[in-house]
């Protein structure tokens, strides 16, 4: 029976080692595959024309996509910035503050948010907060807009990495060891000052990983963004303004590019550009994560 039961485990181990390393290989498979696909574009732009270029016309061989690494960048991080605050404060309230109940009915709910489809959020977006956007930008500053902006990319998709940041701090919080907040308190120091001096100075680390975690999640994201951004490949001079972002442009153009082989390069080597950045946060956050749980919190 014991001898059965070690197979069991030692097959066991190797299927998940299997399942593990081929992950791994599609990765690098998809890795070499774009870079192969986008050496012809390399035959007539230079890296630094296609990167900082600013005009992107495909039939007059002009693939610039400063614009869309600048829609790309002003919404992700503008959307970090709406929801890093909220998700780790949402975090310190769920952790040490709420009471059980309402604890686990609110991480349950959040975990519903997170499995939420993009295209969802999408259509919520276009439903309630492009009109919003377009009321208060008429109302405060007198702009008859669409809706279709910065902003509302932003705020959607703000909503979208909440559940992300969240679940990764209430995890940390609770991993913080008891025994630190019983000694803060018999020093006489409050829950409030315990929770910001002891807990989060603690996890502070982590905090990062779940705000990088965060900003890959936003920095991929096509559907929601795409339909609410406005599409307009321009450097926006407000928060009004609409944008245009390299996930949107490979999801609006790679049916029409097939034929033609420079505009599929350039595609694919947009593609690649969002696959190493991603795979880059990704990496940095998991190291920051894999770090704190094995060392421990002392």
């Not at 690098?28 to 007539?44: A, D, M, Q």
């Not at 295209?119 to 009321?135: K, N, Q, S, T």
């Not at 999640?217 to 559907?223: H, L, Q, Y």
């Amino acid at each position: 029976m014991f001898k059965i039961r070690k197979i069991k485990d030692k097959l066991s181990l190797k299927i998940i080692l299997i399942i593990a390393i081929s992950f791994n290989l599609l990765l690098i498979v998809n890795f070499i595959l774009l870079s192969v696909k986008s050496e012809k574009i390399f035959e007539s732009n230079s890296l630094f024309s296609l990167l900082l270029g600013g005009n992107w016309q495909p039939l007059g061989g002009e693939f610039g996509l400063k614009y869309f690494i600048a829609g790309t960048l002003f919404v992700t991080f503008l959307s970090i910035m709406l929801a890093a605050p909220l998700g780790i404060l949402c975090s310190i309230f769920l952790a040490e503050y709420a009471p059980k109940k309402i604890s686990v009915l609110s991480k349950s709910i959040i975990d519903i948010f997170a499995g939420i489809p993009s295209v969802v959020y999408g259509i919520w977006g276009v439903i309630c907060i492009v009109p919003a956007v377009a009321g208060v930008a008429h109302k405060l500053f007198g702009l008859n807009i669409t809706g279709y902006s910065l902003l509302s990319a932003s705020v959607v998709l703000s909503i979208m990495i909440f559940p992300i940041i969240t679940n990764i701090v209430i995890e940390l919080i609770e991993f913080v060891p008891q025994e630190l907040r019983e000694v803060s308190y018999s020093l006489g120091a409050t829950r409030w000052q315990t929770v910001k001096h002891v807990v989060i100075r603690k996890i502070y680390p982590g905090i990062i990983a779940a705000i990088i975690l965060g900003l890959s999640r936003a920095f991929g994201e096509t559907m929601a963004v795409m339909m609410v951004a406005g599409n307009v490949a321009a450097m926006p001079r407000n928060v009004f303004d609409p944008v245009y972002t390299l996930s949107a442009l490979i999801a609006n153009n790679y049916g029409e590019m097939m034929s033609i082989p420079l505009y599929d390069s350039a595609v694919m080597f947009v593609s690649l550009v969002l696959l190493v950045t991603v795979v880059l946060f990704n990496s940095i956050a998991r190291i920051i994560i894999h770090r704190i749980m094995k060392n421990g919190i002392k």
